[in-house]
């Protein structure tokens, strides 16, 4: 017997709760703490008394009964309401055990419910995106997702702007080389900046004696070891006191090349050209993009690289 059934087979008198409890619940609460020795039967209709437990607490909390369902069936159900119920509930006990952790009570929870959010969250993402997981098959056998064409439209993933923003994504969550970047056809979008990787290591007293000299107030670096030493750079505080002897040098390796920008900075990009757009977007957008680039070209390469997928909290609606 599936959650779902166990709940609408499970019969309690209702009775009317406490003002507070009444109130959160009025307000849509989907985490609502309540005393240890709370009545079963004042439990609101539509929600669910639980135990929480941690390491050397627990506490009882009431949750909305299709909260739980679709926690325990992930991609079952409304698709939206679950995301929006799902991102409630977790920004919610999210808020209380940063309360607790405020307070002194650092333990891990047993039972981990910031985990099984994030997950039934994700899952339920892919479901919004992909219309049949079991469509052709790639070169390595796995079979490629068939996605809601239309559900990406919304998404402005037929935007040539959007689209190619989401590859360079993948791109930067892959480490993409610059050779890579342009067979992905985003050289235009991701850039390589050259920069110099040091070593800076501390000067032995040795090494101070060796690069400097008394100047009457002051050690300094003697001319030979002044500027770029053999691909070594030194410097020193120049205190009043012959016992100071503190430097350092740099030890100048080689260039590198690396990508100058960053994946919150293309999410900002796509928000603001999408808000343009539209004027507003979905709250569940910036995760449903970063879950297709999961889907469409990170998890095939490199699974291990894939984008997390936090809900978002109920105050971040974007409009």
Not at 50 to 67: E, G, R, T
Not at 170 to 180: D, H, P, R
Not at 241 to 247: A, I, N, P, Y
Not at 264 to 287: A, F, S, T
Request: hydrophobic share 30%.
């Amino acid at each position: 017997m599936n959650l779902e059934d166990k709940i609408k087979q499970k019969i309690v008198m209702r009775r009317t709760p406490s003002a507070e409890v009444l109130e959160q619940v009025t307000r849509g609460n989907k985490f609502v703490i309540v005393e240890e020795e709370f009545d079963q039967n004042f439990v609101p209709q539509g929600y669910t008394l639980i135990d929480m437990k941690y390491k050397d607490d627990s506490f009882k909390a009431l949750v909305p009964q299709s909260l739980l369902f679709y926690m325990a069936n992930p991609g079952e159900g409304d698709l939206e309401d679950a995301l929006d119920q799902i991102s409630d509930f977790y920004g919610e006990a999210e808020d209380y055990e940063d309360d607790m952790i405020e307070n002194g009570a650092t333990s891990v929870q047993e039972a981990n419910w910031a985990t099984l959010a994030r997950s039934a969250y994700g899952t339920y993402l892919i479901n919004k995106l992909v219309k049949n997981k079991r469509g052709k098959k790639d070169e390595n056998g796995e079979p490629i997702p068939e996605y809601d064409e239309k559900r990406l439209e919304e998404l402005d993933l037929d935007d040539k702007y959007v689209a190619e923003r989401v590859k360079a994504i993948a791109a930067l969550s892959l480490g993409k080389n610059q050779e890579e970047i342009k067979k992905y056809g985003i050289d235009s979008v991701l850039k390589h900046v050259t920069i110099r990787d040091n070593k800076t290591e501390k000067l032995t007293r040795a090494e101070f004696d060796k690069i400097t000299c008394w100047a009457g107030s002051h050690y300094e670096i003697k001319e030979e070891y002044k500027g770029d030493n053999d691909g070594i750079e030194y410097q020193i505080d120049r205190l009043h006191s012959r016992g100071h002897k503190e430097g350092i040098k740099i030890i100048k390796k080689r260039d590198i090349q690396v990508l100058d920008s960053k994946i919150v900075e293309l999410e900002d990009e796509i928000e603001k050209y999408r808000k343009e757009k539209h004027g507003e977007v979905g709250r569940h957008d910036k995760n449903l993009l970063r879950q297709y680039a999961n889907l469409a070209y990170i998890a095939k390469e490199n699974p291990k690289a894939q984008l997390d997928v936090m809900p978002p909290a109920e105050n971040d609606r974007s409009s």
